[in-house]
């Protein structure tokens, strides 16, 4: 049985920089690519950043470009996204996303692709 358990959630001010982490366990992520999705009170889950199973690729949603990293530590089985310049508007709930395939192709975004979830950590940015 495949779980994901997201931490590092906080509040932080505007500018300021946060990191999350999702442990994986059951099995070995090397077979898994991995995104993080956001989902802030009354809005739908949206995409954020994936990563395939090395890490040689990555996708971005365009408003988080240059200021989050997504990574992944096979070894430690865990995936990180690091996020700097934090903005009012990234506040939300964070969720690790797991799919059983290595590589993402063009559906990178897409959260009906991914069969395996986090419970989220929130992510609170104040002005």
């Known amino acids: 049985q495949v779980q994901l358990v997201e931490s590092g959630g906080g509040l932080v001010q505007a500018g300021g920089s946060l990191s999350v982490s999702c442990a994986v366990s059951?099995?070995?992520?090397?077979?898994?690519?991995m995104g993080w999705f956001r989902q802030a009170p009354g809005k739908e889950r949206e995409f954020v950043a994936a990563?395939?199973?090395?890490?040689?690729?990555?996708y971005y949603r365009d408003p988080v470009k240059g200021r989050f990293t997504i990574s992944r530590d096979n070894a430690k089985n865990t995936v990180y996204l690091k996020m700097n310049s934090l903005k009012l508007e990234d506040t939300a709930v964070y969720y690790c996303?797991?799919?059983?395939?290595?590589?993402?192709?063009?559906?990178?975004?897409?959260?009906?692709?991914?069969?395996?979830w986090g419970q989220g950590t929130q992510v609170t940015v104040s002005s």
């Open positions: 996303a797991g799919r059983a395939a290595r590589y993402l192709g063009g559906t990178y975004y897409d959260s009906t692709r991914y069969g395996y």
């Open positions: 990563i395939n199973w090395s890490g040689s690729s990555t």
């Open positions: 059951g099995q070995a992520i090397s077979n898994f690519a």
